[in-house]
């Protein structure tokens, strides 16, 4: 795959991961469990669906096709999309969206970092931006995660079977596509091979409770 | 048992001000979550640049009622305020 190739590939999965997460947490807007959780929700919703403005805007930009962020994000069909699975799994319950954000915030704080050093400057730029929020989303998300873990019996049991459901779609997050090799070549993205947040702990408690 | 979140009352610096101010009140499990909820609900439009919480039962209120003895008092004591004094003029700016 050629370099403007990769880029753009790498760009709309960047877009469409913070695109459909987006608007997955959206849908918890006026009913989440609390009002200030409603609100915190809402913010991060409006965080992703922003980051999408900046990767899809530039996606259009590298494409050179005259696609803007709206054309991306709203006419292309669902087998154009480029998002890790786990951004598009239903809410469930409280925890379980949590969980799920919290899975996802642990990766992209992560990638968000390797992309500060990115040879392409309109990425770092980006990645600069979207990382500030996301150290908060991840703060938030990590705190909620062991909160419920801690809590009651029944929190407890939730955000285990939240963990249960979700850790299947955490692999994809660490597997490459074709377009992998070339940009790291290029030095403009490298992706995430393991994310201490999540594999370290996480996977050790994971996988000790389950035998 | 309670399954309520206790009362938090929020205080803000705004972003040019000197001392925090009272905005308003929100529940939260604990201190670390009242600061990370009232960001969420204060701050979204960029109000303040430092956030303090203190959960509501840890205030303690003057009375409504006693008023007149707590108040009234210093509204005759104009000479309290310091409005009587010449200032030199090499004194500058005060």
Not at chain 1, 52 to 73: F, I, K, P
Not at chain 1, 168 to 188: C, K, Q, R, S
Not at chain 2, 56 to 66: C, K, R
Request: hydrophobic share 45%; glycine share 10%.
């Amino acid at each position: 795959m050629g370099g403007e190739a990769a880029l753009l590939r790498f760009l709309l999965h960047l877009g469409d991961n913070t695109l459909v997460l987006g608007h997955r947490v959206s849908e918890w807007c006026g009913h989440a469990p609390v009002l200030e959780e409603d609100i915190a929700l809402a913010n991060t919703a409006l965080d992703l669906i922003g980051q999408t403005l900046m990767w899809l805007g530039l996606a259009g930009e590298v494409e050179g096709a005259g696609r803007s962020a709206d054309d991306l994000a709203f006419l292309r069909d669902v087998w154009e999309f480029r998002n890790l699975l786990l951004v598009e799994m239903p809410n469930g319950d409280f925890g379980r969206t949590l969980m799920r954000q919290f899975l996802f915030d642990a990766w992209q704080s992560v990638l968000l970092g390797h992309l500060l050093k990115s040879s392409e400057p309109r990425v770092a730029e980006i990645a600069e931006k979207a990382g500030k929020e996301v150290a908060y989303h991840l703060e938030r998300s990590a705190d909620t995660v062991v909160g419920l873990g801690d809590g009651t019996e029944e929190s407890h049991a939730r955000m285990q079977a939240a963990l249960e459901y979700l850790w299947p779609y955490v692999g994809e997050m660490f597997t490459g596509d074709g377009a992998d090799a070339a940009l790291a070549a290029a030095g403009i993205a490298r992706r995430p091979t393991a994310c201490a947040p999540i594999m370290t702990p996480w996977s050790a408690v994971f996988w000790t409770r389950r035998r | 048992m309670k399954h309520e979140w206790p009362l938090w009352e929020v205080f803000i610096r705004g972003q040019h001000g000197l001392s925090h101010r009272h905005v308003g009140s929100l529940h939260a499990p604990d201190a670390e979550m009242a600061i990370k909820n009232a960001r969420d609900v204060y701050t979204r439009r960029n109000e303040g640049v430092s956030i303090w919480v203190v959960q509501a039962n840890h205030l303690t209120a003057s009375s409504p009622g006693d008023k007149g003895p707590m108040f009234e008092p210093s509204q005759s004591k104009v000479y309290r305020h310091p409005t009587f004094y010449d200032i030199p003029d090499d004194a500058g700016a005060m």
